[in-house]
């Protein structure tokens, strides 16, 4: 059965960072793009980073261009979001999701996606 799980959300002070991973189960990651999107209370969902099949990774939020990066370790079948320098704009609720299809492309819209994680929390306050 294929499973994504996100971990790593935390409550963090402003200028802060975080690691949140995504782990699965049931597919090999190393064979999919994975996006990053994150959802605050009474926003919609935006698609922040994507990483390809062959590990290029796009941004496509402004907003955390040069504080965040997306990595993959295919040996742990994890793909990771790195955040730095958080700021309360960032609190949300963040997920992981896989495209499944077999062009390979990067997208930053949740349509694009095939599967998705429930989840972790982000908060960002002092």
């Known amino acids: 059965q294929f499973q994504l799980v996100e971990s790593g959300g935390a409550l963090v002070q402003p200028g802060g960072s975080l690691r949140l991973s995504c782990a699965a189960s049931g597919v090999s990651l190393a064979n999919h793009v994975i996006g990053w999107f994150r959802q605050a209370p009474g926003r919609e969902r935006e698609g922040l980073l994507c990483?390809?099949?062959?590990?290029?990774?796009?941004t496509y939020q402004d907003s955390v261009k040069g504080r965040s990066t997306i990595s993959r370790d295919n040996a742990k079948n994890t793909v990771y979001l790195q955040m730095n320098s958080l700021k309360p704009e960032d609190t949300a609720l963040y997920y992981c999701?896989?495209?499944?299809?077999?062009?390979?492309?990067?997208?930053?819209?949740?349509?694009?996606?095939?599967?998705w994680g429930r989840g972790t929390q982000v908060t960002v306050s002092s």
């Open positions: 999701a896989v495209r499944v299809r077999p062009d390979g492309y990067c997208s930053g819209v949740a349509a694009a996606y095939d599967y």
């Open positions: 990483i390809s099949r062959s590990g290029i990774a796009t």
